[in-house]
Nanobody, 122 residues
Framework: VQLQASGGGLVQAGGSTRLSCAAS????????LGWFRQAPGKEREFVAV????????YYADTVKGRFTISRENAADLVGLQMNSLKPEDTAVYYC????????????????WGVGTQVTVSS
């Protein structure tokens, strides 16, 4: 499956933005979808994951209560609504897909998308 992320850009602290990721090549049904991010000089880290049917989701503590992940299986899309942004949210954000949601917690992902930059100015 190929994943293409869009959205992000430059946002002021306290502001909001939304990322979207489109899956192609095969249906995303049956795959957990999620997001990771990598800040300059840091390791790639888990952000959020949503189950294949959208029934549940899980977030990193650093974004819980501020970010919301969603998916539209009919359109093979996953989104990440990012509110109350902080300068420390500045990173390249990557969407990801994997049959096992637990792989999101161990960084063992089958499918990675090309990242999209989010920069939060203070």
């Amino acid at each position: 499956v190929q994943l293409q992320a869009s959205g992000g850009g430059l946002v002021q602290a306290g502001g909001s933005t939304r990322l979207s990721c489109a899956a192609s090549g095969r249906t995303s049904v049956g795959l957990a979808l999620g997001w990771f991010r990598q800040a300059p000089g840091k390791e790639r880290e888990f952000v959020a994951v949503i189950s294949w049917n959208g029934g549940w989701s899980y977030y990193a503590d650093t974004v819980k209560g501020r970010f919301t992940i969603s998916r539209e299986n009919a359109a093979d899309l996953v989104g990440l609504q990012m509110n109350s942004l902080k300068p420390e949210d500045t990173a390249v954000y990557y969407c990801a897909a994997d049959p096992n949601y637990t792989d999101f917690l161990t960084n063992m992902i089958d499918y990675w998308g090309v990242g999209t930059q989010v920069t939060v100015s203070s």
